[in-house]
């Protein structure tokens, strides 16, 4: 039998909904149309902090959020529209993955081993860059590797570095939120 989440759970994943929201909204355009934002700092930190089940439902609302127009999707500030047409447009790969990436982090950190944690980030971001570039390719001439010189290579560095701050802090803030967690 599978543990009902508690209304704490649910604050958490409400808050983490938010925090992958406003990552959304620093979103700086690069060549080739595909933004770099924080989203993918949030969301494997979010994973690591929260575990697979209450990440991937976090993923999962604000995929959701996205889709039914709320605007939380990037661009959002500045009037870009959200809605369903954004998961099924050209970089709606990049935002479907972050179930995926939310359940294989989360369980690399609740395996609290720290090689299967940095394998499972690095699974996480590939699936992130091998989805949003296959999606692209459906959309633009020139295939998957005319996509991966546009969604792929210029992300993989930057991608690296947010691995790396996730590595190092995100399992010192799960052992903070864990302690705030049994004292309420």
């Known amino acids: 039998m599978t543990k009902k989440l508690s209304v704490q759970d649910l604050c958490f994943i409400g808050i983490s909904v938010a925090v992958i929201a406003a990552a959304a909204q620093f979103a700086i355009p690069l060549p080739g149309g595909v933004p770099f934002t924080l989203q993918t700092l949030a ?11 209450k990440g991937c439902i976090a993923a999962l609302v604000y995929l959701l959020l996205g889709a039914i127009g709320a605007p ?21 790969g990049f935002l479907l993955s972050y179930p995926f990436m939310m359940l294989a982090i989360g369980w ?3 395996s609290e081993n720290k090689i299967e944690l940095a394998i499972t980030l690095v699974i996480g971001s590939l699936t992130n860059l091998l989805m949003g570039t296959l999606q692209h390719s ?11 010189a546009v969604a792929f290579a210029p992300f993989a560095p930057l991608e690296a570095a947010k691995l790396v701050l996730a590595f190092i802090a995100g399992p010192q803030i799960r052992k903070a939120v864990a302690k705030i967690r049994r004292k309420s």
């Open 108 to 110: 690399g950190a609740e």
């Open 43 to 53: 969301v494997p930190l979010l994973a690591i902090i929260l575990g697979a089940k």
């Open 72 to 92: 939380v999707f990037a661009g959002a500030i500045i009037g870009i529209p959200s809605g369903a047409h954004r998961l099924i447009g050209p970089w709606g």
């Open 138 to 148: 459906f959309y633009h001439d020139g295939g998957f590797m005319a996509s991966f």
